[in-house]
């Protein structure tokens, strides 16, 4: 069911993320929560900046969900 | 297995509860326990309101449950 | 290797449940043990029936077993 | 990469022990071990007999290991 | 994206392992790590020998890493 | 949504951690953290070398996140 369409509105929400720059948590399966903005989305991964400038790859299958911060 | 058909079930399930703006409770496979309303769901994700309006990005691979509240 | 296939022998056990109302438990991957009778099957969810008549909509990924009370 | 082909070895091995009756240990992802005998296999499930004669259908996807007992 | 290819690198290092009888470590998403040496792979499944001779069937989903022992 | 192709900005993200033999964290799905540089990529696994020069065979369905150390 999983599907990298750009019309998609779960594609569409991390694009608006991205363009805005929005601080976002991402929490994951492994109950860490990332802090920081979405750089670019692609079909296995999103790649967060965290408040040190360190750039995090973060698997899909790993989220649990996004919210703005 | 999974399928993002709109004559499922379970995704008409999901539709009334966004349609009635129902208070559902979402358990995640990490154990959180989420409460608001479901604003849209597509293939990849839930998008619930939280009670202080925030919009929470579930993906569907992390839900363990979803019922009413 | 996931199928919803009314002939195979899983899917048959639950619609044979359904059926008969049986009471089961379903074990989660959270760890969740739920209670309640199945009311219908799909191929994202089974919806399960509680004691208090509240239904749930289990994802099937999120299952680990179910096996009668 | 998941296949229910029974001329794979894995599939086998499963079809051996429910052939041959052998007590088997089920470790699943959720942490618990189930010891049973396996009735029957399908692309989704496997089917366990408990020592109280209870049939237990464990998710392929929950599965972790088999060994036997 | 999982595929049983016999020229791929990971399906190669553990045909390696196999053939060179390394004791190896397979750490599990359950968390265990079970020690032994691989007697073969399918695409479902890798089958461990452990200390006892016990032969462990080991879910490839369920797998985390491999290292020699 | 899983796709192995050189050109997506994940797979090419982890092809110059390789190439430039940055060290890197990976945060698995069992909490384990991994330290070492990527030694190659396959659709299936990272092969990680860990700072005793062991590899390690990681399965992508186990990761978390990449970063770099």
Chains 1, 2, 3, 4, 5, 6 share one sequence.
Request: proline fraction near 6%.
């Amino acid at each position: 069911m999983s599907e990298f369409n750009t019309d998609l509105p779960s594609i569409r929400k991390v694009q608006g993320y991205t363009k805005d720059k929005n601080s976002v948590e991402i929490k994951l399966l492994t109950n860490d929560l990332l802090l920081g903005t979405i750089i670019w989305q692609d079909p296995n991964c999103i790649c967060l900046q965290d408040p040190n400038n360190l750039q995090i790859l973060i698997w899909r299958h790993s989220i649990a969900f996004i919210r703005p911060k």
